[in-house]
């Protein structure tokens, strides 16, 4: 049986979008209470899982640290940390998950899917 897990963390940052013109109020300093979805998928193993929530933890945990309450900009690899940046972000650093999907706030997201990142 093959299936798909997720877990849910949350850190809260600030950044600034560089690349966008003069005037776009993204390109000024502002923060985001992020929430991020990291997604594994695969064979279930005799032991039930796909993997174990306390080995994603462990892989998950260093890098949310690194963002959270931090000026993304700072941060290498996110000198322009749009969401899709960050979702890829995270995506290259977990070899193991299928997909990122990075909230900005309730109602705007990104999502990066291994495979189809560019």
Same mark, same amino acid.
């Given at each position: 049986?093959?299936?798909?897990?997720?877990?849910?963390?949350? =850190? /809260?940052?600030?950044?600034?979008?560089?690349? *966008?013109? #003069?005037?776009?109020?993204?390109?000024? $300093?502002?923060?985001?209470?992020?929430?991020?979805?990291?997604?594994?998928?695969?064979?279930?193993?005799?032991?039930?899982?796909?993997?174990?929530? =306390? /080995?994603?933890?462990?892989?998950?945990?260093? *890098?949310? #640290?690194?963002?959270?309450?931090?000026? $993304?900009?700072?941060?290498?690899?996110?000198?322009?940390?749009?969401?899709?940046?960050?979702?890829?972000?995270?995506?290259?650093?977990?070899?193991?998950?299928?997909?990122?999907?990075?909230?900005?706030?309730?109602?705007?997201?990104?999502?990066?899917?291994?495979?189809?990142?560019?």
């Amino acid at each position: 049986m093959r299936a798909k897990i997720s877990r849910v963390y949350r =850190f /809260e940052s600030a950044h600034f979008l560089p690349m *966008l013109p #003069e005037g776009h109020r993204c390109r000024n $300093l502002h923060g985001h209470n992020y929430s991020v979805v990291i997604t594994f998928q695969g064979g279930v193993q005799p032991n039930g899982f796909v993997m174990d929530f =306390f /080995e994603v933890d462990k892989a998950v945990a260093p *890098l949310v #640290e690194r963002l959270d309450h931090k000026l $993304l900009n700072d941060i290498e690899g996110l000198a322009n940390p749009t969401a899709e940046i960050i979702a890829h972000w995270f995506l290259e650093r977990l070899p193991e998950s299928h997909s990122v999907k990075v909230y900005e706030n309730d109602d705007s997201w990104a999502e990066v899917t291994r495979g189809e990142e560019t």
